[in-house]
């Protein structure tokens, strides 16, 4: 594959506008992130799909079971997803999140703040990575001497993530 510089960037209204997963158990996966995560049930054919949103969207997550049935996680050391992040509006309701996923014995793998942004990280029922996160205001993010961003990586404090609802 040839690579080639580009000059012009993207159109900056781009988004990524919903990611599809394979499960090997849509009742499963139904009951994290409908269940746990709270994310609502738009539409759902029977055992085989699922489509879930926040705030009315057709779907921000497509569940299927279509070529996983019964089927387990990827091997370590293969390509595929590294995780899904799920962006929440604010702080607090990152808190919110941190909340269900504790009353829900859902364990974590690791939570950091990385001065843009503070993020929480855990694998779903299937073995996917999930990151649930809030940026901080553009205006907050920490900058070089030249204005690039000169994100980082500390431990976030889960206390204070909660203390925020």
């Given at each position: ?11 900056p209204?781009v988004r ?7 499960v ?18 738009v ?12 705030g ?18 990827p091997a ?10 799920i962006?929440?509006?604010t ?18 793998q ?56």
């Open positions: 594959m040839e690579t080639t510089n580009r000059t012009e960037s993207i159109e209204g990524i506008g919903h990611v599809h997963l394979k090997s158990d849509l009742d499963r996966a139904l009951e994290f992130y409908h269940g746990v995560l709270g994310f609502d049930l539409q759902r054919f029977g055992s085989q799909a699922a489509f879930l949103s926040a009315g969207y057709h779907h921000h997550i497509g569940l299927n079971t279509w070529e996983s049935e019964g089927g387990g996680p370590p050391g293969t390509t595929g997803l590294y995780h899904v992040a962006l929440y509006p702080r607090a309701s990152l808190g919110d999140a941190l909340r269900r996923l504790t009353e829900a014995g859902v364990a974590l690791g939570a950091s703040d990385h001065g843009v942004s503070e993020a929480l990280y855990l694998s779903d029922p299937d073995g996917n990575g999930v990151e649930l996160y809030w940026d901080r205001p553009v205006e907050e993010w920490p900058r070089t001497a030249d204005g690039k961003i000169a994100m980082f990586t500390r431990p976030l404090s889960l206390r204070a993530l909660l203390d925020a609802r």
